[in-house]
């Protein structure tokens, strides 16, 4: 089935935040941001900017009636700076205006006077310094100090990862409109509506039940809506709290660029010990977070490094520790994948270097290690793996070796132009990792035209969820999916939802969903049991037409809502789903924290120009675990769009940030993401279709995060290929690898 939104997004009728009618007397907002990284505020002139024409208010941190305070999971993060500022871009004042125009023109009026202070942008300076946001976190298996002994290799190195921004295609942004008795509804771009809710209602001293939020979707949110959203949402509801007036903010990109958190930088040292068989013995790594100003997600996102540390790998001895470094960068947040692929990054660094040391390929090193189901991991979760089941269908398919040896003989016949290739094993954990996350409600209605409508906590942002959602609904029900129509997800129909992230809103909602059709369904074949005057276990309901003891009979799905309504019986259901079998003890760092996981194995190949550093990502070709994929258009869409994003994170998306602190990629002149010109020039997917029991919901595994992770492939691929022409390189495990560090890699140390 199509994407229920194909239709209006081809038509660009489908609404997002700055496609919602106005009211009428609708004021506008902007925001005056710290220009310095680090500081403490000494004056704030805001009285030019308050005396313009078509300015309304200004507020500060003053005007706050309930907590200044935002911080999700740690309560260290202002709406608006009180007295110190921590990161470039931190919102001081929030100027409201009757045109967007002279709102972003009173912001340019502010002056600010800040005392600088010391900034500091490097985690491991930041750890120095013991500025960090939580205490370390180690996840342990076995004893590495005893293991180094039985290894006959063992290779040391160090890794970084940059940032990514996420760069939705629609910004940041809130709109909020006063509703009677004093309530407020926020018209919000989040993936977290009751985020939103909740830290409005604290930031306002107001009851939960005060704040309605509503979400129709969202032009991409990436994890960058999970948390970040909730700023634009409380700040447009603090100035309709004081003036009673409906507000909109739509970021601009360079504000939405400068102000957002992003994916985690992340520096990182590994040891790796193998032993003759190359068998991978021991592992140890460090984590150093760059978390920036406040926790944000960060304490979960580093957790996750350390959840995917060993990849689709089995080592039995293992000690990962993480450190989240606050330094004055704004706060860094969920990006999909969550922390994961910077742990994976490092473990396929560690390999890339014992291969290139021992002179074999990755792959073989790889290959041996893969995971089997009954592995532990280093969290005390046993493996049910299809590792090496994707693995192999990949060198069944596309014959490993012989790709690899199409890369050497063109190598050996080509001076100018080189080819790298690398393998990418993927293994990802389906669940939230705080276990008490994993629980969401559907909201399912049947009218007595027999037409249904369907609200849950799932955010829509272009993954596809909608149409996953109603798919469920049409399969229990079996009826036309032109009868089912999705609903905007709002905190006043479904309650205390859990942000759609973690690639999970598809399962927990949709298992919801199913619960609450069901019981409906057992309502209406009750009644037609009744009818029949049989019992309710002989009766189906297969294309609306309801079925006895396999028998068609004269009644069908409008005839049996309209009866079941004639007899009072209840034709609405909310439903509640948590998955069962979850647990996780952080104390112990053990448990059960995943429902399942999801395994692939993707190849990767480039072709470098040699003369002028740049490249071609020429091919991906993956087999990835879908479990049987419920949409397929849809999951191949997110595999496509998630292999591209990651290659861009691992390519050509460089953030930059000065020593000052202050965002130098600020805009889409200066950073650089894929387009089409750069997406590889093939790209296969093929399903690994299991008909295995798990807790997806159809058995179609979650889908939205694990593919980015086959990303990492591109850059092992672009080192492989600078390393076929200048084998002397030594180049540091660094990501990015952009066109200008593969020419200085190439020409590092000279060559004929
Ligand atoms: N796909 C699109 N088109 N847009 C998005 O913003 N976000 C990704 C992924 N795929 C995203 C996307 C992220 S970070 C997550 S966690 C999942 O979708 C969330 O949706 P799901 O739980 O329904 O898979
Ligand atoms: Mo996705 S990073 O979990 O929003």
Known sequence: MKNIDSYTHVRGESVYLDDIPVVNGTLYAAVFDSPVAHGKIISLD??????MPGVVRIFTASDIPGENQIGGIVPDEELLADSHVHFCGMPIALVIAESEEVARAAVKKIKAVIEPLPVITDPREAKEKGELIIPPRTFQIGNTTAAWKDCDHIFEGRTETNGQ????????????????????????STQGPTAVQRTAARVLGVAMNQIEVDTTRLGGGFGGKEDQATTWGVLCALATFHLKKPVKYSLHRMEDMRMTGKRHPYSSDFKIGLNKGLKIIAYEATFYQNAGAAADLSPAVMERTLFHCTNSYFVPHVKATAYSCRTHLPPNTAFRGFGGPQGMFVIEAAIAKAAEQLHVPASVIQQKNLLTTGDEFPYGQKADSEATECWNRTDELFDIQQLQQEVASFNASNKLYKKGIALMPICFGISFTKTLMNQARSLVHVYT?????????AVEMGQGVNTKMLQVAAKIFSVDPARIKVNTTNTYRIT???PTAASAAADLNGKATEIACATILQRLKQVAADELKTSADVIEIKNETVYANGKKT????NKLVMSTYVKRINLSELAHYTPPGIHYDATKEKGHPFSYHVYGTAIT????????GIYEVDSVKAVHDFGSSMNTMIDMGQCEGGIVQGIGWMTMEELVYDKEGKLRSNALSTYKVPDIYSVPKEIIVHPLATEKDNLAIFRSKAVGEPPLMYGIGAYFALRNAVKAFNPAAD??????MTPEKVLMSLYQTPVL
């Not at 190949?605 to 002028?612: E, F, K, N």
């Open 731 to 736: 180049i540091p495990y660094d990501a990015p």
């Open 605 to 612: 190949t480039v072709t470098v120009d040699c003369l002028r």
């Open 165 to 188: 921004e996420h760069l939705y295609i629609e910004t940041q942004g809130a709109y909020a409109v006063p509703q009677e008795h004093g309530a407020i509804r926020i018209y919000s």
């Open 496 to 498: 205390n939802t859990s």
């Open 554 to 557: 004269a009644w069908d799905w």
């Open 46 to 51: 805001i009285n030019e900017a308050a005396g």
């Open 449 to 457: 035209d027999g037409s249904v409508g369907i609200s849950t906590g």
